[in-house]
């Protein structure tokens, strides 16, 4: 859940329509026609990407009039499927996978569960990727592809570029070379595992 | 034991300096620092075995740091670098925040100037990198002048900036474009050990590949795919790639102990660059990390330009002092206390999902926030420590961040520092003291805390070098007779 609060908005006579922001806005609220920088109202989260990476400082956050809050109620859901759609990415339901606005792996699911299919869809309706907007990238699309949908990048934007090692895929021959110098695979693995498995109740399902 | 020849005039904190992401200076009215019953404690004093400082010293420190630099990087070989190349020189923000900056800064002006002296190449660009504050290596490019000392080649880089795909041993990552798109590139960092309990002192020297240098999808992979103790390997994975490797020059550091600058470190090889600073990690920041576990009760001060976990004490940052109730650096304790892992595996209820998650620090009595900065998710520091902040300025702060929207929700605000100080020692019933605002060479505490890590300085320092530092370097797979060696 997140109150947002900000919003972005363009100094007209500042913006170049060089199309950084649109580029960097994880819910697509921001985007550039006649050489002039617009932001959807409704749409943005407030994150302030567009705000931090203008090369000409042409964005300035604002608060909003009417403050408003996001987020999927996952005791809408059905938990059981949530768990499994968690377990599958490697994921415990009540595990936070976005430090700053606290969304947890259930809520994710259940806004997949909702309809949501893609990374900004999912950032637009649960808040997250839009505090620091770099950190819960991974998890997220760990969830959109145990639900069997098709990740598809925006070649135009940085928004994300794809899916990347886990602990459950690294090589074994790595594993082995490497944990004399300090690196903890198997062990991470194993804790790791032991969240993922632990139920409502406190009990780790073997 | 003389307590009162040990103990000295508070050392004057960095001071509060303008940025977006804090509040005014001039709103900053009062340092902890300054109130009454309040001392230093030199850390040489405290461990004599630590090596002698260039900085803090006389007006020549910087000048000193200037000459180890050059003095270190005329050791390196630059013979790869061709008049007609183009390098970029990779920075991280957190060495701009070391000793108020300017060694660091400093550093990086020797780099240039000696690389163009000695190759004769003159595309010589800085790309310094960030966590989560875009626009903080932005402010200290101005304010070290390295926009005009770098002939305006010097941006800030984000790891949401367009990126650039890097394939590993262990499947694709992703660096950002522009700190790969010179023909060399030259790692310019610290062995500050700051995050130990992140990296912990596994591969320090290497980290910056995973995070500074990286996109978000990298840091992401290091913060959430791993695990707590193998998510250092993603630094390595993408140091290692042919793609990278081909681009490597050498690596020039500034040597920091927790009491100053001790020198400069160049290298073509970053691993042996590494093993060294993993002896100064676990050597000189172990003793006074150790110390902390020692405190058993306290109020802890944020007082310094920085965001809540990155505030210094003794080289040591509060994110570190919250972990000090266990050793960070043992790495058979899979979860410390403080780390995104484990504030991830904090179930709704507030309970920890393992039952063996380590508590924030217990010795906290309770944190008073005189000044520190935004831009880092710091609700789990007031949801788990009682916080009070002073002035409404800050409060406002940090609601207005889309990464501390919840921050206030768990603290208090008073409206001056002698207030919150007041509060503090009424409502913990404890007089100790730890202040966290950069006081160089040595911390600033209460009478009564310095007395207590007087008295246990001593069996700690023993207890590093005998006991534990063996364990440390040999779970690191380091070969301990090179301290011998080094000596």
Redesign the interface.
């Known amino acids: 859940m997140?109150?947002v609060?900000?919003l972005a908005e363009v100094q007209q006579d500042v913006c170049r329509g060089c199309k950084v922001c649109e580029?960097?806005c994880p819910v697509y609220a921001i985007s550039v026609t006649d050489r002039k920088a617009k932001v959807k109202e409704d749409a943005c989260r407030?994150?302030?990407?567009c705000e931090?990476?203008c090369p000409f400082h042409a964005i300035k956050?604002v608060?909003r009039e009417k403050p408003f809050t996001i987020g999927v109620d996952a005791s809408q859901y059905d938990s059981g499927k949530i768990r499994e759609l968690c377990e599958k990415a490697h994921l415990?339901p009540?595990?936070?996978?976005c430090?700053?606005?606290?969304v947890?792996a259930e809520e994710v699911a259940a806004a997949i569960m909702a309809g949501a299919k893609t990374p900004d869809e999912i950032s637009s309706v649960t808040g997250i990727r839009?505090?620091?907007?770099?950190?819960?990238?991974?998890?997220l699309l760990r969830l959109i592809q145990a639900a069997g949908i098709e990740l598809k990048r925006d070649e135009n934007g940085?928004q994300?570029?794809?899916?990347?090692?886990?602990?459950w895929?690294?090589?074994e021959d790595?594993v082995q070379k490497?944990n004399?110098?300090?690196?903890?695979?198997e062990?991470?693995?194993q804790?790791?595992d032991?969240?993922v498995h632990?139920n409502p109740k406190?009990e780790e399902k073997k | 034991m003389n307590y009162t020849e040990l103990m000295h005039e508070p050392i004057k904190p960095i001071l509060p300096k303008p940025s977006q992401y804090g509040i005014d200076p001039s709103l900053v009215k009062a340092r902890v620092s300054e109130m009454p019953g309040m001392v230093s404690l030199y850390l040489r004093e405290l461990f004599p075995d630590l090596p002698p400082v260039l900085l803090p010293g006389g007006p020549d420190a910087i000048k000193n740091v200037r000459k180890a630099a050059e003095e270190a990087l005329m050791k390196v070989d630059m013979s790869m670098i061709k008049p007609e190349h183009s390098v970029n020189v990779l920075a991280s923000h957190h060495g701009f925040t070391l000793f108020g900056g300017e060694p660091y800064a400093e550093l990086l002006k020797a780099i240039r100037d000696v690389v163009e002296k000695r190759t004769g190449c003159r595309d010589i660009r800085l790309r310094a990198g960030v966590g989560?504050r875009?626009?903080e290596t932005e402010e200290y490019i101005k304010r070290y002048g390295l926009d005009t000392y770098y002939n305006g080649k010097a941006i800030g880089v984000?790891?949401?900036?367009?990126?650039i795909?890097i394939e590993t041993?262990?499947?694709?990552?992703?660096g950002i474009k522009k700190v790969y798109d010179a023909d060399w590139i030259i790692h310019a960092h610290h062995t500050d050990v700051r995050e130990v309990h992140f990296h912990?002192q596994?591969?320090k020297a290497v980290k910056p590949f995973g995070m500074s240098y990286a996109?978000?999808?990298?840091?992401?992979?290091y913060?959430?795919?791993?695990?707590?103790?193998?998510?250092?390997?993603t630094a390595?994975?993408i140091f290692e790639s042919k793609f990278v490797q081909s681009k490597f020059a050498f690596a020039a550091f500034l040597n920091c102990g927790p009491h100053g600058v001790i020198g400069a470190d160049c290298d073509n090889d970053l691993y042996a660059l590494n093993d060294r600073a993993t002896f100064v990690g676990c050597q000189l920041y172990g003793k006074i990390m150790t110390l902390f576990g020692e405190i058993d009760k306290c109020i802890a001060v944020l007082d310094f330009p920085c965001p809540v976990p990155y505030v210094f004490s003794a080289g040591v940052i509060y994110a570190n002092f919250t972990g000090a109730n266990t050793d960070l650096y043992d790495?058979e304790s899979?979860?410390p206390p403080y780390t995104?892992y484990t504030?991830?595996?904090?179930?709704?209820n507030g309970q920890p999902?393992?039952?063996e998650t380590p508590p924030m620090n217990p010795a906290i009595r309770m944190c008073v926030h005189n000044y520190a900065w935004t831009g880092?998710?710091s609700?789990?520091f007031s949801k788990n420590i009682p916080t009070v902040v002073v002035g409404e300025e800050q409060g406002k702060l940090f609601?207005?961040d889309?990464?501390?929207?919840?921050y206030m929700d768990y603290a208090v605000t008073a409206r001056s520092t002698e207030q919150a100080m007041q509060f503090a020692y009424n409502v913990t019933g404890t007089d100790k003291v730890i202040i966290f605002d950069g006081a160089m060479g040595g911390m600033n505490v209460s009478e009564s805390l310095a007395k207590l890590l007087i008295e246990k300085a001593p069996e700690v320092s023993e207890r590093v070098d005998n006991v534990l530092l063996p364990k440390w370097l040999k779970?690191?797979?380091v070969d301990i007779s090179i301290l011998n060696r080094n000596k």
């Not at chain 2, 984000?158 to 990126?163: C, F, Q, R, S």
Request: glycine residues 8%; proline residues 6%; positive net charge.
């Open positions: 997140k109150r609060t900000l580029k960097v407030g994150c302030t990407n931090s990476r956050m608060k415990n009540e595990q936070v996978i430090y700053c606005v606290g947890r839009t505090g620091c907007t770099i950190e819960c990238i991974q998890p940085w994300w570029y794809g899916v990347t090692p886990t602990a895929t690294l090589p790595v490497y004399k110098r300090g690196f903890y695979f062990e991470d693995k804790l790791l032991r969240v632990t406190g | 989560m875009f626009r984000a790891p949401i900036d367009e990126g795909p041993e262990i499947g694709t990552l992703y912990r596994v591969d996109r978000c999808e990298t840091r992401s992979t913060h959430q795919n791993l695990g707590p103790r193998a998510a250092n390997f390595r994975a790495m899979p979860l995104w504030e991830a595996f904090y179930r709704r999902l393992l039952e880092y998710p609700e789990f609601d207005t889309s990464m501390n929207i919840g779970q690191r797979g």
